[in-house]
């Protein structure tokens, strides 16, 4: 069974900082992984989409990488902005047809 | 705005009652997902439709069923609702099952059982 970890679980950086936010998964035969964004009492919204032949992907201060053979994700962000603050979820389709989570990394960044 | 709407946004039921949750996409996605979402669980499958005309369970399908009405729409009901059944619910869709796609999700539906 896909197990999927987020590490750290919470984080609170000042305003300005690069931070890394972890992923590892266990099963590393992924088609694709994907990173949400979810603010408060909000639904989740897709930020990056890296498919198993790629190595990374970018959306303006996001950076997505993928290792599959370690099953690693890491998503970069660089030049932190309070608007940035929210829970960051990775999750890979895995056996079952599921979209299995990692717990999330709720990233406060403060002013 | 194209993407996945669900209504309602806000619900509160006793227990025993029943509703629906409605899911619609405008994506011409081929495959439908409902997740709830606890504190401490993480979002978990409920019921998904890979594709019209099929539905199959997923993690947690005890006290609900499924209708995959059409192309576009995906509904959610609780027959007897149960305060475990309190929870968010996430309505989402994809091109494929598990495929090179990606999922969008909907904004969710905050249900209550009291």
């Known amino acids: 069974k896909q197990e999927v970890t987020q590490i750290p679980a919470a984080l609170s950086v000042p305003e300005g900082e690069n931070l890394v936010l972890n992923c590892s998964f266990t099963?590393?035969?992924?088609?694709?992984l994907q990173w949400f964004r979810q603010d408060p009492g909000k639904g989740l919204t897709s930020l990056l989409l890296?498919?198993?032949?790629?190595r990374e992907q970018t959306s303006g201060r996001l950076n997505a990488s993928l290792d599959k053979s370690s099953g690693r994700s890491t998503l970069y962000i660089a030049a932190s902005q309070p608007g940035d603050s929210a829970t960051y979820l990775c999750?890979?389709?895995?056996?079952?047809?599921?979209?299995?989570f990692g717990g999330g990394t709720r990233l406060m960044v403060k002013p | 705005n194209a993407g996945v709407t669900q209504t309602p946004k806000f619900q509160v039921l006793k227990t025993g009652q029943s509703m629906t949750l409605q899911c619609a996409q405008d994506?011409?996605?081929?495959?439908m997902y409902w997740y709830r979402q606890d504190p401490g669980m993480g979002l978990r499958l409920i019921y998904y439709?890979?594709?019209?005309?099929?539905?199959d369970k997923g993690e947690v399908p005890n006290g609900y069923n499924v209708s995959r009405l059409n192309k576009r729409e995906f509904s959610l009901r609780l027959e007897s609702a149960a305060p475990s059944q309190t929870s968010v619910y996430f309505c989402?869709?994809?091109?494929?099952?598990?495929?090179?796609?990606?999922?969008?999700f909907g904004s969710g539906t905050r249900l209550t059982v009291v």
């Open positions: 989402a869709s994809s091109m494929r099952q598990r495929a090179n796609y990606g999922y969008t």
């Open positions: 099963d590393s035969a992924i088609y694709n």
């Open positions: 890296i498919q198993s032949s790629q």
């Open positions: 999750a890979v389709p895995s056996a079952g047809n599921m979209l299995t």
């Open positions: 994506m011409n996605h081929n495959s």
């Open positions: 439709s890979a594709s019209e005309g099929t539905t």
